[in-house]
């Protein structure tokens, strides 16, 4: 379990965040009507990524753990095998 949790934070959790401080910054500053749209929208392009990699990773056929470990394999420049 907390290897699909962690593969998710890893995966997902980032583009969430991402997307909501955007879109916080898009609604509550002072900037010029157009860039606060246009932050606003990237927050929400940010939160559907998050949306589409969550749904990627409930279809996956791969393991949570397998994935995970190619994941590491990846940051540590290793091949993936």
């Known amino acids: 379990m907390w290897d699909g949790i962690?593969?998710?934070?890893?995966?997902a959790g980032?583009?969430?965040?991402?997307?909501?401080?955007?879109?916080?910054?898009?609604v509550g500053r002072r900037l010029w009507l157009p860039w606060r749209v246009g932050v606003?929208?990237?927050?929400?392009?940010a939160?559907?990524?998050c949306?589409?990699?969550?749904?990627r990773l409930?279809?996956?056929e791969e393991s949570t753990k397998v994935a995970l470990d190619r994941l590491e394999a990846a940051?540590?420049?290793e091949s993936p095998e």
């Open 75 to 77: 940051e540590r420049g």
């Open 6 to 11: 962690e593969l998710w934070l890893r995966r």
């Open 14 to 26: 980032a583009p969430l965040l991402v997307g909501v401080v955007m879109m916080a910054q898009g």
């Open 40 to 45: 606003f929208f990237f927050g929400v392009a």
């Open 47 to 49: 939160v559907v990524a």
């Open 58 to 60: 409930i279809r996956s």
């Open 51 to 55: 949306g589409v990699e969550t749904w």
